[in-house]
């Protein structure tokens, strides 16, 4: 005899209702049937995500005196030690052109490759993330999420335009996760600015559900 475990399986789209606001469930074990968990998993869609240092790193803390397997042998690598196995370590690579009419116009240019930022003449072009999200955006809820903590953003579009980058957490996760009328997701953003996470008035009630599956 087979044994296949079909726990009853929970719909994504369910909704646990907190201070009178719809929050979406994050992924729950029982939201899958147990024999198509892996299958999901394999069909994931895939994700870029770009983040930028503006200062740049120290590069003898940074790269491995040689080319070969990542090992933790230098104070960046070791802080990552347990994701070295999953990661690939470029060097050597370069954006020529890059002198624009300050010491750091090359933050807008760092996806494009545009050369003299800022500069007479210079016009940007479409950015790394928005060209993968024109191949792969279809496939998330959203193409793309620009995110910064100024209002900078190393977005943009085919025409040379910024996309303004989003800088408020609790607007964020207000796009991501709630649901309501409009007073009551002021309600709620208001306990999120307060430092009080949404997803704690919900917790309990998560795990209750998630047992009862």
């Given at each position: 005899m087979t044994y296949i475990a079909t726990k009853t399986a929970l719909d994504r789209r369910s909704f646990l209702k907190g201070s009178g606001v719809a929050v979406a469930l994050p992924l729950l074990h029982a939201m899958t049937p147990s024999f198509t968990r892996a299958a999901t998993a394999s069909?994931?869609?895939?994700?870029?995500?770009?983040?930028?240092a503006s200062l740049g790193?120290?590069?003898?803390?940074?790269?491995?005196?040689?080319?070969?397997?990542?090992?933790?042998t230098t104070p960046?690598?070791?802080?990552?030690k347990d994701h070295l196995k999953d990661l690939t370590l470029f060097s050597g690579l370069s954006h020529p052109s890059q002198n624009g009419n300050n010491g750091h116009a090359s933050e807008m240019t760092w996806l494009t490759s545009a050369q003299r930022?800022?500069?007479a003449g210079f016009k940007n072009t479409i950015s790394l993330d928005q060209l993968i999200a024109r191949q792969?955006?279809?496939?998330?809820?959203?193409?793309?999420?620009t995110l910064g903590t100024r209002g900078q953003s190393l977005s943009w579009t085919a025409n040379g335009v910024s996309l303004p980058a989003?800088?408020?957490?609790s607007k964020l996760y207000q796009q991501l996760f709630v649901q309501g009328t409009e007073q009551e997701i002021k309600e709620q953003v208001k306990q999120l600015?307060?430092?009080?996470s949404v997803l704690d008035v919900v917790q309990g009630d998560a795990k209750a559900l998630e047992r009862s599956l």
């Open positions: 069909s994931s869609p895939k994700r870029f995500v770009a983040m930028n790193f120290h590069a003898p803390y940074l790269f491995p005196g040689k080319a070969g397997p990542i090992g933790a960046y690598l070791k802080e990552l930022p800022g500069l792969i955006g279809a496939a998330t809820r959203f193409p793309s999420l989003m800088t408020s957490p600015d307060k430092g009080k």
